[in-house]
């Protein structure tokens, strides 16, 4: 069953308007036309990323879920007996956190290193998955809540905090990229005089 990512309808005249206004900034070649291309850009890198989303979102199977990335299309196996916890994001996004096997190179050690391992002990790592918004929600929780068991070891609250500081650590991240491009054109810029 698949629940797909929520996607807003793009039509062709829809997409003139970003293109002329792109058009106009890159022949104007002044700083209202930079605007007009930034703002050109912009809108048509909406209108890929909307374009890029048809088709995905999250499958339900029998033994496991599919979490398939809206923008890289990254598909993720995870097993319902692994989900420790999951919750709804305020926006209509699926915040899961799941437990899997820390995977390790295969290394040959000596004998006496394997006394007193076990062959099931395999240490576990938590893993933390925020979806896009998708278009229902709310069936998707449904569906969920019947395929997982009733006591999850992570509360929803825990669920939504970890969610809250993964966005907060993307827009810091985002905010510094962006203080940091003026820097990168200094840089760049002396750089490239000092080979003249």
């Not at 912009?42 to 339900?60: S, T």
């Not at 398939?68 to 915040?95: E, I």
């Not at 002990?121 to 068991?149: D, G, I, K, S, Y």
């Amino acid at each position: 069953m698949l629940f797909p990512y929520h996607t807003e309808r793009i039509s062709l005249p829809m997409l003139s308007l970003p293109v002329g206004m792109a058009l106009i900034g890159l022949v104007s070649g002044n700083v209202l036309g930079l605007v007009l291309l930034g703002s050109g850009l912009g809108i048509l890198l909406w209108a890929l990323l909307q374009v890029l989303r048809q088709g995905r979102g999250v499958r339900l199977y029998a033994d496991y879920l599919l979490i398939q990335g809206s923008v890289t299309g990254r598909v993720r196996r995870v097993p319902y007996a692994d989900v420790l916890g999951f919750a709804l994001t305020r926006r209509g996004g699926l915040a899961l956190l799941y437990c899997k096997p820390l995977t390790t190179p295969q290394t040959t050690l000596p004998a006496e290193a394997l006394v007193g391992i076990a062959a099931t002990e395999q240490p576990l790592r938590r893993h933390f998955v925020l979806t896009a918004r998708l278009a229902q929600p709310e069936l998707l929780r449904a569906a969920l809540a019947e395929r997982l068991p009733s006591a999850l070891s992570a509360p929803e609250s825990y669920v939504i905090g970890l969610a809250r500081r993964r966005r907060l650590r993307d827009g810091l991240i985002f905010v510094l990229a962006l203080l940091a491009t003026p820097l990168y054109i200094l840089i760049f810029s002396r750089v490239l005089n000092s080979l003249r």
